[in-house]
C-alpha cells in the first residue's frame, strides 16, 4: 500500500455552551478542526484530526496545523503509511518539531493499517480492556456558584469526574473548588486544573486551603521545575499535563517522583503512535493516565477512544469525549457517550465515515 494523495478540510467547531473558557482569561467560542484524508493506491483511505486549544494554550495552532501539513505532504507521498514506526522517523526528518503537525497524519495512518488488516484500532494498540469506560466532564471556568451548578448537572448526567477549570485569582479559585466539592460524594472525582495559570505561592496557598478536601491538582504553573516545587510542598494527588510533551521529559519526571499521573494529548506529542509509547511507559511505572487531546470532533474523540479502550482499566484514570461538546457532527460512526461513558468502535480501523458535506471542500489537495 502507498500514500497516493493528501487532502486537508477546516471545520468550525461550535459549542454547546457558547464557550469555554481557561486559565490568564483565554476563550474560545468556536474551534477550528483540521481533518486529514491520507489516500493510497489500495483504494483505502484514512482520517486523522488536529484541533488546537487556540493560539494561547500550547505551541500549537490550526492554521499553523494545515501550514505544516502542506509541508510534510509531498515527502510522504509513496510511503507504505501501515509502516508506522518509519512513518514517524520520515515525518519527523522532514519536519523538525511541531508535533501536532503530524498528529492526524499518523492517526490516519493507524487508520489505515487498521482498514488494511480488518481490526480496530484499539486492537493494534494492545487490546480492549473492558466494555466502555466513564468518561470526565471539563467545567469552564465562571463563577464558584456557575461552575458548582454545571458539575451538578453533568453528575446527574452520569459522570463521575469533573476537571474544575482553574488558574485564575486564587482567593477565587479556593471558592471555586469548595464549591464543586459540595456537590460530589466519595463516588465522585474532582481535579482543580490551573493549566498553568498560577505561580508557585498561590499554587500553593490554593493546595493548603483544599488540603482536607478530596481533590487532585493538576498542572498548577507554567514550568516543570515550578510544578515539581508545588509536589514537593502539598500532599494532595498531583498531576502533570502541559509540561509532558514527549519521553525524555516523562522520563525525568518519573525519576523526580514529580506526579501521580499524567495527561496524554493525542496531538500534543505527535499522533497515536508516540501517545502509545507514553502510555507503555506509565504503565510499567504506575502512573494513571487521563487519555485525550487539545479539542477536536468525531474524529479526534475515535482516536482518544481506542487509545482509551486499549489501556487497562487500573491505569486510567480519565478520558474525555471532545464531540459531545460540540454542535457540529463530522464523522458518521464516532463513538458517543451515554450515561457519562464511551466505547471505542468495533469496525476495523477508527470506524469513523467522515460526513462529506461537513467537510467541505478540501484547502489543499497534494497528489503525485
Same mark, same amino acid.
Given at each position: 500500500?502507498?500514500?497516493?494523495?493528501?487532502?486537508?478540510?477546516?471545520?468550525?467547531?461550535?459549542?454547546?455552551?457558547?464557550?469555554?473558557?481557561?486559565?490568564?482569561?483565554?476563550?474560545? &467560542?468556536?474551534?477550528?478542526?483540521?481533518?486529514?484524508?491520507?489516500?493510497?493506491?489500495?483504494?483505502?483511505?484514512?482520517?486523522?484530526?488536529? +484541533? $488546537?486549544?487556540?493560539?494561547?494554550?500550547?505551541?500549537?495552532?490550526?492554521?499553523?496545523?494545515?501550514?505544516?501539513?502542506?509541508?510534510?505532504?509531498?515527502?510522504?507521498?509513496?510511503?507504505?503509511?501501515?509502516?508506522?514506526?518509519?512513518? %514517524?522517523?520520515?515525518?519527523?526528518?522532514?519536519?523538525?518539531?511541531?508535533?501536532?503537525?503530524?498528529?492526524a497524519i499518523d492517526v490516519?495512518?493507524?487508520?489505515?493499517?487498521?482498514?488494511?488488516?480488518?481490526?480496530?484500532? +484499539?486492537?493494534?494498540?494492545?487490546?480492549?480492556?473492558?466494555?466502555?469506560?466513564?468518561?470526565?466532564?471539563?467545567?469552564?471556568?465562571?463563577? $464558584?456558584?456557575?461552575?458548582?451548578?454545571?458539575?451538578?448537572?453533568?453528575?446527574?448526567?452520569?459522570?463521575?469526574?469533573?476537571?474544575?477549570?482553574?488558574?485564575?485569582?486564587?482567593?477565587? %479559585?479556593?471558592?471555586?473548588?469548595?464549591?464543586?466539592?459540595?456537590?460530589? %460524594?466519595?463516588?465522585?472525582?474532582?481535579?482543580?486544573?490551573?493549566?498553568?495559570?498560577?505561580?508557585?505561592?498561590?499554587?500553593?496557598?490554593?493546595?493548603?486551603?483544599?488540603?482536607?478536601?478530596?481533590?487532585?491538582?493538576?498542572?498548577?504553573?507554567m514550568s516543570y521545575e &515550578?510544578?515539581?516545587?508545588?509536589?514537593?510542598?502539598? %500532599?494532595?494527588?498531583?498531576?502533570?499535563?502541559?509540561?509532558?510533551?514527549?519521553?525524555?521529559?516523562?522520563?525525568?519526571?518519573?525519576?523526580?517522583?514529580?506526579?501521580?499521573?499524567?495527561?496524554?494529548?493525542?496531538?500534543?506529542?505527535?499522533?497515536?503512535?508516540?501517545?502509545?509509547?507514553?502510555?507503555?511507559?506509565?504503565?510499567?511505572?504506575?502512573?494513571?493516565?487521563?487519555?485525550?487531546?487539545?479539542?477536536?470532533?468525531?474524529?479526534?474523540?475515535?482516536?482518544?477512544?481506542?487509545?482509551?479502550?486499549?489501556?487497562?482499566?487500573?491505569?486510567?484514570?480519565?478520558?474525555?469525549?471532545?464531540?459531545?461538546?460540540?454542535?457540529? $457532527?463530522?464523522?458518521?460512526?464516532?463513538?458517543?457517550?451515554?450515561?457519562?461513558?464511551?466505547?471505542?468502535?468495533?469496525?476495523?480501523?477508527?470506524?469513523?465515515?467522515?460526513?462529506?458535506?461537513?467537510?467541505? &471542500?478540501?484547502?489543499?489537495?497534494?497528489?503525485?
Amino acid at each position: 500500500m502507498r500514500i497516493t494523495g493528501i487532502r486537508v478540510h477546516q471545520v468550525d467547531l461550535p459549542l454547546h455552551e457558547g464557550g469555554y473558557s481557561w486559565s490568564d482569561g483565554n476563550r474560545v &467560542e468556536v474551534f477550528d478542526t483540521t481533518v486529514v484524508a491520507v489516500e493510497t493506491d489500495a483504494g483505502l483511505t484514512g482520517h486523522g484530526e488536529v +484541533c $488546537p486549544l487556540g493560539p494561547a494554550y500550547l505551541p500549537a495552532y490550526a492554521t499553523g496545523a494545515r501550514t505544516g501539513i502542506a509541508e510534510l505532504a509531498p515527502h510522504l507521498l509513496g510511503s507504505d503509511p501501515t509502516e508506522l514506526l518509519a512513518m %514517524d522517523r520520515l515525518m519527523h526528518r522532514a519536519l523538525r518539531g511541531h508535533p501536532y503537525v503530524k498528529s492526524a497524519i499518523d492517526v490516519a495512518c493507524w487508520d489505515l493499517l487498521g482498514q488494511a488488516s480488518g481490526q480496530p484500532v +484499539c486492537t493494534l494498540l494492545g487490546g480492549r480492556f473492558g466494555e466502555d469506560f466513564p468518561l470526565y466532564r471539563a467545567i469552564s471556568q465562571d463563577t $464558584p456558584e456557575a461552575m458548582a451548578a454545571s458539575v451538578a448537572r453533568y453528575r446527574d448526567e452520569g459522570y463521575t469526574t469533573f476537571q474544575l477549570k482553574v488558574g485564575g485569582d486564587p482567593d477565587t %479559585d479556593i471558592e471555586r473548588i469548595h464549591a464543586a466539592a459540595a456537590e460530589l %460524594d466519595r463516588r465522585h472525582t474532582l481535579i482543580a486544573d490551573a493549566n498553568t495559570g498560577w505561580l508557585p505561592h498561590q499554587a500553593l496557598r490554593v493546595a493548603a486551603a483544599v488540603r482536607e478536601l478530596d481533590v487532585y491538582i493538576e498542572q498548577p504553573c507554567m514550568s516543570y521545575e &515550578e510544578c515539581l516545587t508545588v509536589r514537593r510542598h502539598t %500532599d494532595r494527588p498531583f498531576i502533570l499535563d502541559e509540561v509532558i510533551d514527549g519521553v525524555p521529559i516523562l522520563l525525568r519526571a518519573l525519576a523526580d517522583g514529580a506526579m501521580d499521573g499524567i495527561n496524554i494529548k493525542i496531538s500534543k506529542v505527535g499522533g497515536l503512535t508516540r501517545a502509545r509509547r507514553l502510555r507503555d511507559l506509565c504503565l510499567e511505572a504506575g502512573i494513571a493516565m487521563t487519555i485525550e487531546d487539545s479539542w477536536g470532533g468525531d474524529i479526534a474523540t475515535a482516536a482518544i477512544a481506542h487509545l482509551a479502550h486499549s489501556t487497562p482499566a487500573e491505569w486510567r484514570f480519565s478520558v474525555t469525549d471532545f464531540n459531545s461538546y460540540v454542535t457540529v $457532527p463530522i464523522a458518521e460512526g464516532a463513538p458517543r457517550r451515554e450515561a457519562g461513558r464511551l466505547a471505542a468502535g468495533t469496525d476495523a480501523g477508527l470506524g469513523v465515515h467522515p460526513i462529506e458535506a461537513a467537510l467541505g &471542500e478540501p484547502v489543499s489537495i497534494t497528489r503525485r
